[in-house]
């Protein structure tokens, strides 16, 4: 299959991972320039209706399942790495999780203005504070604490329930993971190069952060005569002064 390019740098986010919760922290507190020029797009495990929607347009969630090695290995790599910043987690218990409760969320939340503050809370409540984010009753209260009115709270915990909103918006975003070829999180696409993993942030923002420098100045010679300037500004573009472009 051919390779995606993305126009825009894009961050896939997820509230079930801790190690995209890490990666969000360091975003917003080691790399805020970059956060500010990313696409945010959601990534989540779909229920089988998610799955049958994508299946009808030939697409499949490219994720599976861990081994409880791997589950115990990432308790004790996650201990590590929020001990390195300072972080305390809970640990959340998952019971019968319906990923789009939060996850669909997140459109309404970005209609009514409030889309960064939903993803900081939803990842406060579930990673330092151990709440079921998939608890309709869970998002109503996060939504009435950033300020949104009962009926718009309403909505925002009923966004799974909405068939309009996992037709549209909800199936693009999954096709869009699809494509992009995010088959874990954190996941970064920068052109056609991807960043899988927390350990990759400080790439993706380099990388992004080198698109946005301007080129540098040329050297400059004290007093040079001035009939030679004609001369030196013809000779001395010897071609593209660096960069992807």
Same mark, same amino acid.
């Given at each position: 299959m051919?390779a995606?390019?993305s126009?825009?740098?894009r961050?896939y986010?997820?509230?079930? $991972? %801790?190690?995209s919760?890490?990666?969000?922290?360091d975003?917003?507190?080691?790399?805020?320039?970059?956060?500010?020029?990313?696409?945010?797009?959601? +990534? +989540?495990?779909?229920?089988?209706?998610?799955?049958?929607?994508?299946?009808?347009?030939?697409w499949?969630?490219?994720?599976?399942?861990?081994?409880?090695?791997?589950?115990?290995?990432?308790?004790?790599?996650?201990?590590? @790495?929020?001990?390195?910043?300072?972080?305390t987690v809970?640990?959340?218990v998952?019971?019968?999780?319906? +990923?789009e409760?939060?996850? @669909?969320?997140?459109?309404?939340?970005?209609?009514?203005?409030?889309g960064?503050?939903?993803?900081?809370?939803?990842?406060? /409540?579930? +990673?330092?504070?151990?709440?079921d984010?998939?608890?309709?009753?869970?998002? /109503?209260?996060? /939504?009435?604490?950033?300020?949104?009115?009962?009926?718009?709270?309403?909505?925002?915990?009923?966004?799974a329930?909405? %068939?309009?909103?996992?037709?549209g918006?909800?199936?693009?975003a999954? @096709?869009?993971?699809?494509?992009?070829?995010?088959?874990?999180?954190?996941?970064f696409t920068?052109?056609?190069?991807?960043?899988?993993g927390?350990?990759?942030?400080?790439?993706?923002?380099?990388?992004?952060r $080198?698109?946005?420098? %301007?080129p540098?100045?040329?050297?400059?010679t004290?007093?040079p005569?001035?009939?030679?300037?004609?001369?030196?500004?013809?000779?001395?573009?010897?071609g593209?002064?660096?960069?992807?472009?």
């Amino acid at each position: 299959m051919t390779a995606r390019r993305s126009r825009v740098p894009r961050f896939y986010f997820n509230f079930r $991972s %801790p190690y995209s919760w890490i990666a969000y922290r360091d975003l917003m507190d080691r790399f805020p320039d970059v956060a500010q020029v990313v696409e945010w797009h959601p +990534w +989540w495990e779909p229920d089988a209706d998610g799955e049958r929607r994508m299946a009808e347009h030939r697409w499949s969630f490219p994720y599976t399942a861990m081994s409880r090695d791997k589950h115990l290995y990432i308790l004790q790599d996650v201990r590590r @790495l929020t001990t390195d910043r300072g972080l305390t987690v809970t640990w959340p218990v998952d019971r019968d999780p319906v +990923w789009e409760v939060p996850h @669909l969320a997140y459109f309404h939340a970005l209609d009514a203005g409030c889309g960064p503050a939903y993803i900081e809370r939803v990842y406060r /409540a579930r +990673w330092q504070e151990g709440r079921d984010i998939c608890d309709r009753e869970v998002v /109503a209260d996060i /939504a009435t604490g950033l300020g949104l009115p009962d009926e718009a709270a309403d909505r925002l915990a009923r966004a799974a329930d909405d %068939p309009e909103l996992r037709a549209g918006r909800g199936l693009t975003a999954l @096709l869009d993971l699809s494509r992009d070829g995010a088959f874990g999180v954190p996941f970064f696409t920068l052109g056609y190069d991807k960043y899988w993993g927390v350990d990759r942030l400080p790439a993706f923002a380099a990388a992004i952060r $080198s698109r946005a420098a %301007p080129p540098p100045a040329p050297p400059t010679t004290p007093g040079p005569p001035a009939d030679a300037d004609f001369v030196a500004a013809r000779s001395g573009d010897q071609g593209h002064a660096g960069g992807c472009g």
